[in-house]
C-alpha cells in the first residue's frame, strides 16, 4: 500500500520561492523513478521534474529549468520540489507520482501507478 503526501505549497507573489515536500510510505524507496506533476485548471496535466532515487539522477521540463530544483532524502523517504522564481504561469495543483525507474528515461504520464493528492500553488502577479 504506496502513499504519497504532498505539502508546501501555498500563495506566494511573483519572483517568490516554495519548497513542496513528498513523504512517501508503503514501499522501499529505492529503484523508483519519482516526479512532479502539475494540473491548472481546464488545462492537462503536465510533467515538472523526476529523479532516479537510487543514483539521484535529474531530469526537468523545459518550462522549469534553471528555476526548480527537485531533490530527495532516501533516508526520510521524501521528495522536495524547490521552486524560485515563481511565475503566474507555475500556479497549479502539484502532485508528486512514483513509477518504474525506467519512466525516468520517458515519464509518461500514465505510467505513474502511485499518486498524493496534490498540494496547491498560487503565484500572483
Known amino acids: 500500500q504506496v502513499q504519497l503526501v504532498e505539502s508546501g505549497g501555498g500563495s506566494v507573489q511573483a519572483g517568490g520561492s516554495l519548497r513542496l515536500s513528498c513523504a512517501a510510505s508503503g514501499y522501499t524507496y529505492s529503484r523508483y523513478c519519482m516526479g512532479w506533476f502539475r494540473q491548472a485548471p481546464g488545462k492537462e496535466r503536465e510533467w515538472v521534474a523526476a529523479i532516479y532515487t537510487d543514483v539521484g539522477s535529474t531530469y526537468y521540463a523545459d518550462s522549469v529549468k534553471g528555476r526548480f530544483i527537485i531533490s530527495q532524502d532516501n533516508a526520510k523517504n521524501t521528495l522536495y520540489l524547490q521552486m524560485n522564481s515563481l511565475k503566474p504561469e507555475d500556479t497549479a495543483m502539484y502532485y508528486c507520482?512514483?513509477?518504474?525507474?525506467?519512466?525516468?528515461?520517458?515519464?509518461?504520464?500514465?505510467?505513474?501507478?502511485?499518486w498524493g493528492q496534490g498540494t496547491q500553488v498560487t503565484v500572483s502577479s
Open positions: 507520482a512514483a513509477g518504474p525507474a525506467r519512466l525516468c528515461l520517458r515519464p509518461w504520464i500514465a505510467d505513474f501507478g502511485y
